[in-house]
């Protein structure tokens, strides 16, 4: 489902290296083209859409080998644990600051905090496949975490993870605009 929003103009040369993939892309050119990324918030600010409930994914763009996400979380919303089955995942935040934090598969099989890192406006994280995380909003009251997603290709399942058991749950992420949590 090809995304027809016109797209923010310091967002074209990313755009275009994406129309032309005929792979995904690796870690360490998401993270190139990332840090080189120079955009201001008022380019997305139509997309900068919350929910209440969970944090929101904002489709901006999307093509046969990567999607770009906004997402907007409040205050106290966090992602689930989660890896990104098949897909490279790279993000970089634009408003507020957030945490990342790694998680390892411990001898029993359940997931354990690796370690926990503040991410500020500018910072840049990518991983892919096994890589296990959870981002998180843990500002106070009214402070907004928003950050700029990619994925190659476009995520389209994954796993999550509870801290209280070693069950893996299968998700498949929808990804029809405006849709809630669940995912990043
Ligand atoms: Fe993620």
Not at 98 to 120: H, K, L, Y
Request: proline residues 6%; hydrophobic residues 35%; contains cysteine.
């Amino acid at each position: 489902m090809p995304s027809t929003k016109p797209i923010p103009a310091s967002l074209e040369p990313l755009v275009g290296y994406f129309q032309q993939l005929e792979s995904r892309a690796t870690v360490s050119e998401l993270q190139r083209r990332l840090d080189g990324l120079d955009i201001q918030m008022q380019e997305l600010e139509h997309l900068a859409i919350f929910d209440d409930a969970v944090y929101r994914r904002n489709l901006v763009f999307e093509c046969d080998w990567a999607e770009v996400l906004l997402i907007c979380g409040k205050s106290g919303q966090r992602s689930p644990i989660h890896n990104h089955a098949g897909s490279t995942c790279g993000f970089k935040v634009l408003e507020g600051t957030g945490v990342e934090t790694v998680f390892d598969v411990s001898p029993c099989g359940q997931v354990v905090a690796n370690s926990s890192n503040e991410m500020p406006p500018g910072y840049v994280c990518a991983s892919q496949d096994a890589d296990i995380h959870q981002v998180s909003n843990l500002q106070a009251d009214d402070q907004s975490l928003i950050t700029l997603h990619i994925y190659s290709p476009p995520l389209r399942r994954m796993d999550m993870y509870s801290i209280t058991g070693g069950s893996v749950e299968k998700y498949t992420p929808t990804n029809f605009e405006h849709t809630g949590g669940s995912g990043i």
